[in-house]
Each structure stands twice: as structure tokens, then as C-alpha cells.
């Protein structure tokens, strides 16, 4: 029986204890250490913290129904790596930042969403938007499942997983403005000065015809999209946040607790060995 029939069937959930989820229905080993495998910028922290990431994954899991969509068949392989990558954000805050949050809607691939806004001068406009993921307010969340495996390309932070759900933080406080509610030591003026710059700096680049490495997806929508964007690229490719965004590395460094970049000696993740727990190379101090 699949892992999530058999968490199905033990419904309704809430009324079980987390302990008793976590004892009875962790995901398997071999199939956690194919995730990490898969995508191995899951095991970029340490054992106490990857052991965190295994367990909100299993609760997850209990919690958030996955609902199938356009002849997609959900494997426990692929409700796994969607949850591993969903808990990523989460590992300070824990899953009650996702409360709100409904069900997880997969789709095979990207989908045309058709939208209607209307202007100041009262004209509706119609338009068609090709979307990998979204998350909505207090809805589902969509994701294309093409593209989370796009994820496991390291080349350039992508990971739609990541960014819907970094969506979803920023949503916490009602206002979707690419800040999200900060620990007491961030201060909201110090978060939106140094995001700002990192903005300017990105858009800049943009705008003088660089090929970034940083989504240029970052620029559309001022923090917005910004803040899901280098989301993604901490936790995908930290590396290189750290190098061309330190100011914003160093931020969402304090905001999510984590450091993934410290354990990487020259930025090659292919020197990565989950089964290992180490790199290959030196690790930095
Ligand atoms: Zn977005």
C-alpha cells in the first residue's frame, strides 16, 4: 500500500498526535535517501537538521491532501519530493506557517491560466498566463510537476516548490508585499532596505542586457517576486546567492535559520555526498 493510502487511511489525522504520526507512518528510509539523492540540496544542513526536514515532511504529508490533475498520477516518490521541498522554508517556523495553506494540486505540466483585469479607465483586459506554480490566499497551491523536477538542475536556484511556498510566508500577515512577518530581530525597514538594493542591483543587470544567473523573474513585480525568487536561490543555489546578493544572503540567512552555503568549501555541489553527511572537499569551518 502506498505511504499516502496508508496515511489516508488512518484519517482523520489532525485527531492523531504528531508523535504518533512520526512513529508510525515516517517516510521510508530508502525512499528519503532517494529524495536526497534526487535533489541534494536537501541534505545541505546538518544531520539534526535534515532528521527536522524528514519529520515536517511526514507530517506534511498527514496533513495536506494531494489532489491529482490533468491525468497525473501522484507516486509517493513525487508526494515526497513536493513535501521535502515544501518543508525547506519551514524548518524555524514549523508547518503551522502553512495552516492556512489548502490542498496541493499537481499538474503534469505548465498551465495556461486565463485572466481578466480591468484598467482605471473601466476597459476589461484578457489575457493568457503560462504559470509553473501558484499559490493562492488561503486556496490550493498549484505545481506543474515538470518543473519541480527542474529543481534538480542546481545550475540556476530554480524550484517552483520553494517559491509558491515562500509565497505562502509572505502571505502570513495578509499583505502579499514580499515581507514577510519577521522575527523581532529583523527589523521590517532593515528587511525591505536590503531587499530593495538587491532588486535595484538585479533589475540593473536586466536592464544593461546581462545574463544573469538569477531568475530575471525576480524584476517583475518589485519584492513581490523578489523575495520568492532569492528564496529559491538560497536554498538551490546558496553559493551563489552568497557571492553576488551577501546582503541578502546574510538576511534570509537570519530569517531562515539556516546556512546552506557554509557547508559548501568551493560552490561544486556535485562534491556533495548525502550518504556520506559530508563533502568530499574541505568543509569550511
Ligand atoms: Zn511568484
Not at 519541480?148 to 495578509?174: P, T, W
Not at 531587499?195 to 540593473?204: L, N, T, V
Request: with cysteine; aromatic share 10%.
Amino acid at each position: 500500500m502506498s505511504l499516502l493510502a496508508r496515511l489516508a487511511r488512518h484519517l482523520p489525522l489532525r485527531w492523531r498526535s504528531e508523535a504518533s504520526i512520526l512513529e508510525h507512518r515516517a517516510i521510508p528510509d530508502s525512499l528519503w535517501a532517494k529524495t536526497l539523492a534526487q535533489y541534494p540540496f536537501l541534505a545541505w544542513r546538518s544531520l539534526e537538521k535534515r532528521e527536522r526536514l524528514r519529520a515536517l515532511s511526514t507530517l506534511f504529508l498527514a496533513r495536506k491532501q494531494f489532489v491529482p490533475a490533468g491525468g497525473v498520477h501522484i507516486t509517493d516518490d513525487m508526494a515526497v519530493a513536493i513535501a521535502a521541498q515544501a518543508c525547506l522554508p519551514v524548518l524555524r517556523l514549523g508547518l503551522g506557517a502553512y495552516a492556512h495553506m489548502g490542498h496541493i494540486v499537481v499538474h503534469p505540466d505548465q498551465v495556461v491560466a486565463h485572466r481578466e483585469v480591468m484598467d482605471d479607465a473601466g476597459v476589461v483586459h484578457r489575457y493568457d498566463e503560462v504559470l509553473a506554480g501558484e499559490a493562492m490566499p488561503d486556496g490550493p497551491v498549484m505545481l506543474s510537476w515538470h518543473d519541480v523536477q527542474q529543481a534538480r538542475d542546481l545550475e540556476h536556484g530554480y524550484n517552483v516548490v520553494v517559491h509558491e511556498f515562500a509565497h505562502a510566508l509572505d502571505m502570513l500577515d495578509g499583505h502579499l508585499d514580499g515581507t514577510p512577518p519577521l522575527p523581532a530581530e529583523i527589523s521590517k525597514a532593515h528587511w525591505q532596505d536590503v531587499m530593495w538594493q538587491g532588486f535595484d542591483r538585479h533589475s540593473e543587470a536586466l536592464a544593461r542586457g546581462e545574463d544573469t544567473w538569477l531568475d530575471p523573474y525576480a524584476a517583475e513585480a518589485g519584492l513581490v517576486e523578489f523575495f520568492p525568487v532569492v528564496t529559491e536561490a538560497f536554498f538551490v543555489a546558496p553559493w551563489a546567492l552568497r557571492a553576488d546578493f551577501s546582503d541578502v544572503y546574510t538576511l534570509l540567512s537570519r530569517y531562515f535559520e539556516e546556512d546552506p552555503a557554509a557547508l559548501l568549501a568551493s560552490g561544486d555541489a556535485s562534491e556533495w555526498h548525502p550518504d556520506q553527511g559530508v563533502f568530499v572537499g574541505s568543509l569550511k569551518a
